[in-house]
């Protein structure tokens, strides 16, 4: 069994930083593309970055979290982290992680964590 648990969220003033962390764990045989969303409240969920596999691994962000959200990956850990700086309050929402992993029955599937918290007070 394959699971995401992210951690790092929290409460933080408005131009402040947080990491958000999210660790795979279980059968993994590899991690493809690793990602982050974000869902606030009584809107659909959002995406915020992307980041493929690979010695150079390519990202991809929403054009409202551009030059200030960081997405990078540690592959030994089999973990994506979501830099957050200059946080605004229109970026509270809980953020969810997703990976596309190959377990070791060569399964492949698309897993989602539980969801972290993030609030920006203003």
């Known amino acids: 069994q394959v699971q995401l648990v992210e951690s790092g969220g929290g409460l933080v003033q408005a131009g402040g930083s947080l990491r958000l962390s999210c660790a795979a764990s279980g059968s993994i045989f590899s991690i493809n593309r690793m990602a982050w969303y974000r869902q606030a409240p009584g809107k659909q969920r959002e995406f915020v970055a992307d980041i493929t596999s690979g010695g150079s691994s390519s990202t991809n962000y929403a054009d409202s979290v551009k030059g200030r959200f960081t997405i990078s990956r540690d592959n030994a850990k089999n973990t994506v982290y979501l830099q957050m700086n200059s946080l605004k309050p229109e970026d509270t929402a809980v953020y969810y992680c997703?990976?596309?992993?190959?377990?070791?029955?060569?399964?492949?599937?698309?897993?989602w964590g539980q969801g972290t918290q993030v609030t920006v007070s203003s």
């Open positions: 997703t990976a596309g992993i190959v377990d070791h029955d060569s399964r492949s599937k698309n897993y």
